[in-house]
């Protein structure tokens, strides 16, 4: 049976499931026949929408709730074969201007999930979504799993804490608990309502709205990039993968691209727009962590994981997506 097969008739749990990554998953996994919980706290620009499960709403189970609520999440994971663990704050900005609520969503919410579950359902398999934030500026390229992690904001520090909260469960009660420290990911259903969740939605928004495209000094840091399809399967992998538990995986591209390269490419497949260098603004420049790219050498030998979607395709579909559907996203 394929990993993927293994997946029908399943239990399966979606923390911010209504968000970009986690209904992109969570589609999925009712196409492969799984029985699909999602819940969402639908927090205003934190991503959740309920139009990414659109044709979905009758396949699935809808839980409005916050993960911080303990009782909620002693009910809900229950029974359940898998838990994907995807409900976060992701914006960095954010994250410094309102740094305690970014603890509470990263850190504390997922002490009150891996409760819920060491105490109602130990035998669940947990798979957390990490960020490649928690390393902070590079030391050596690329980035791989023991790099020194040392992030440069708040978020990246409460998103490492919350995949060592994993880690320590497994270690000391047995959860089975495996985390991916993803990229820039990139595709439909992606907010692209403002520029605290990522650049690369934002820069498409930009060109299909037929604007500019502003990259500070000469764009020439490199990035990588995944597309969503990509990453869902790395997380379908990592969920019934054995020898998996107490492990992390980078996630990564198949290639860096350069900021200026990855604008003009998606302004040609825009069809539309343009792209224009800037100074840096002195706060920017002094935050800017040069480039960045990570290695999935781990991954693709342990679960066969590789990016297959080529820059180009993903973002010829991503591009696609929001000229049909802007008024859904853009707010």
């Known amino acids: 049976m394929s990993y993927l097969e293994s997946y029908a008739g399943k239990a399966v749990l979606v923390t911010g499931g209504l968000g970009f990554v986690g209904s992109t998953l969570s ?67 954010d ?24 105490h109602e359902n130990p035998a669940v398999k947990v798979v957390y979504a990490g960020t490649r934030q928690q390393y902070g500026k590079p030391r050596y390229l690329p980035l791989d799993e023991d790099h020194l992690q040392a992030p440069t904001d708040v978020n990246g520090v409460n998103k490492l804490a919350g995949e060592w909260y994993h880690i320590v469960y497994h270690t000391a009660y047995g959860l089975r608990t495996t985390s991916l420290r993803l990229t820039n990911t990139y595709g439909p259903r992606q907010l692209i309502k403002h520029n605290r969740q990522g650049f690369i939605g934002w820069f498409i928004r930009l060109a299909v709205e037929g604007r500019e495209i502003q990259l500070y000094g000469d ?3 490199l990035r990588d990039l995944t597309y969503v399809d990509d990453v869902v399967d790395a997380f379908l992998r990592a969920g019934v993968g054995e020898g998996t538990d107490g492990n992390v995986y980078n996630l990564g591209g198949a290639a860096p691209i350069s900021l200026l390269e990855l604008a003009r490419l998606i302004v040609q497949i825009a069809g539309r727009g343009s792209v224009v260098l800037a100074p840096w603004p002195e706060e920017r420049k002094k935050i800017d962590i040069g480039d960045v790219y990570s290695s999935y050498a781990r991954i693709e030998a342990a679960l066969g994981w590789k ?17 049909r559907y802007l008024d859904k996203y853009a707010g």
């Open 219 to 221: 764009g020439s840091q």
């Open 27 to 93: 589609r999925r996994l009712v196409d492969l026949g799984a029985h699909v919980t999602v819940i969402d706290s639908l927090i205003p620009d934190y991503g959740g929408n309920l139009f990414n499960i659109d044709g979905y709403e009758d396949r699935l189970i809808v839980n409005i709730a916050d993960v911080r609520d303990p009782f909620a999440m002693r009910a809900l994971v229950k029974g359940q074969d898998v838990l994907f663990n995807l409900a976060g704050q992701v914006s960095h900005m």
């Open 95 to 118: 994250s410094m201007a309102d740094p305690f609520t970014d603890l509470e969503i990263n850190a504390r919410s997922q002490l009150s999930i891996l409760e819920a579950c060491r």
């Open 307 to 323: 990016p297959v979607t080529a820059l180009a395709d993903g973002l010829a579909r991503t591009v696609a997506y929001y000229v």
